[in-house]
């Protein structure tokens, strides 16, 4: 397997910046793009991510052996597919209609990260991140072993990256667990018991298959 | 310190019955709370924009209106002004006609508000949602800055030399920038030059120190360092007796949640969760007199705000315990802050020390 150094994450909002502090933590280097110019960033990371780079989307997704997508989901049409051919790509945002408002596309069966592989199909597509609150992510982080460690499903299509980000998870201080194919990312979405629940890796496997019974 | 109360009209349920109140009682009962903060001396009262039968604060000036000739010195606001869904020219009349009628005692706190049902209510679509609020902050900005505006933008008909009267006897409205923590947010109000409120209703609250220092910085970056002022929102409930003040406000505080999270699709957190919150530097400010006060100023050391206020008639709670609450804020809590940082210090933001 490759190995991972760099991690690219497109927003700069609460999940982005909480995002970045713990990859930073973790030892990673990190970048961190928006829609702006990185100069109207930069103020922005020195403070909220000391150490992460503002760089534009472009130069930082193809740059980054991981890039998280953690910007409004309503942005998503902005992203050029063309950059994301073959890179492994973290979705961390959600559909949640009574919060960000209804949009035509989302509606329906298929999960949201579903709609965003269709939209980037060279993209190596990962879901992860989404069901825990970005007030918790970096508090809740432990080391390996620690009984109140929490767990975050992992779900993508490809086999291989879905093991990279597995890895990243683990060591910023998660417990990855496999929900397998993209689609099983419907599993762990708004209004499913694991999202915003925060569980150890126990239950969050048995709630995943808890749900693949009744699918 | 200024210390406060705000509050969504939370309508009252019968213990006996389970059944909900109704909505006229909880705006009676709005106002005799927000009197009662007068009567023992809290610093701010702010009304929260809602619009459902738990939440029917949807017309908040018209309580604070009321409450302006029946109080004295507090200061009445809204938290938040859901700016996004109304007309700025008729929010910065209300809150003018308030300013007159309370003698200068009002103030618009601005935010995208996190309940969005007033967005299919007065037709507008959350897919605006950054570019509704950034078009009609700007609006309410110019008209506060002159009696007369000609303005146009995309979401509202434009001003030729419009007059929006009355004018505030100060000259200006305070006109807070609310934000639940994302970074952008700060950078924009400080960058502005306006005050700005942190809605801290989850998670660790000295987390939200970074987010004042980029406010901070990014004011100082419009060389408005001198404008500078940061008020904290948070849920909290006094009570004489710690570990039952905790029970108490854990009951209403949880079937909030439940409310919300029925419909949002998240689960209730449970009680260890809500422990865990409600002491140390947790966002939920529940506990004895002694406690709230040495968390407060505790939070006051790392993000250097002049203002806290609380949210606690959630989730149904009786209006008694409601009343209480607020009566031990002002009686108990305040002198013990006012005792570790000094009464009233709106100046004391910590970059005014540097060149002082």
Known sequence: MPSVHKIGILGAGRVGTALARLALTAGYEVSVATARPPAEIALLLEIMAPGAKPETAKALVASSDIVILALPLSKYA???????????????????????????????????????????????????????????????????????????????DDAEARALVAAFIDRLGYDPVDAGRLAASRRFGVGTPIFGAGYGREEVAGLLSAARAVA | ??????????????????????????MRNLLEAIQLADQVGLDFFGIGEHHTREMPASAATVVLG??????????????????????????YQQFATLDALSNGRAEIVAGRGSSTESFPLFGHSLNDYDELYAEKLDLLLKIDESET??????????????????????????????????????????????PISYAIIGGQANRFAPLAELYRRAASQADASEKVKISIASPGFVG????????????????????????????????????????????????DPEEIAERVVKLHGSIGHMRQFFQTDVGQMPHREFLRSIELLGTRVKPLVDAELGAHRPAMEKTDAVGA
């Open chain 2, 149 to 194: 505006i000609t303005w146009q933008g995309k979401f509202r008909p434009a001003l030729d030399n419009a007059l929006i009267v009355p004018r505030p006897d100060s000259g200006s409205l305070p006109i807070w920038l609310a934000t639940g923590g994302n970074p952008h947010s700060s950078v924009r109000a400080g960058l502005l030059g306006l």
């Open chain 2, 66 to 91: 009321a409450a302006a000739s029946t109080t004295r010195t507090i200061r009445l606001g809204s938290a938040v002004t859901v700016l996004s869904t109304d007309d700025p020219v008729r929010v």
């Open chain 1, 78 to 156: 902005t992203l050029r597919p063309d950059l994301f051919a073959g890179k492994i790509v973290i979705d961390a945002m959600n559909y949640w209609p009574p919060v960000d408002g209804a949009i035509a596309e989302f509606e329906g069966v298929a999960s949201s990260s579903e709609i965003i592989q269709r939209h980037l199909p060279g993209a190596l597509l990962v879901r992860s991140f989404n069901h825990m609150g970005y007030h918790e992510i970096e508090q809740e982080a432990r080391p390996q072993g620690d009984p109140d460690r929490r767990a975050l499903a992992v779900a993508g």
């Open chain 2, 240 to 287: 004489e007796d710690a570990a039952k003040a905790k029970d108490i406000f854990w009951m209403h505080w949880h079937a909030a949640m439940e409310q919300i999270g029925k419909i949002r699709g998240f689960a209730p957190p449970p009680r260890f969760h809500y422990d865990k919150e409600a002491s140390g530097d947790g966002a939920l400010f529940a506990g």
């Open chain 2, 1 to 26: 310190m200024e210390l406060g109360i705000y509050s969504f009209g939370d309508v009252q349920k019968d213990a006996a019955t389970g059944k909900l109140g109704s909505t006229a009682d909880a």
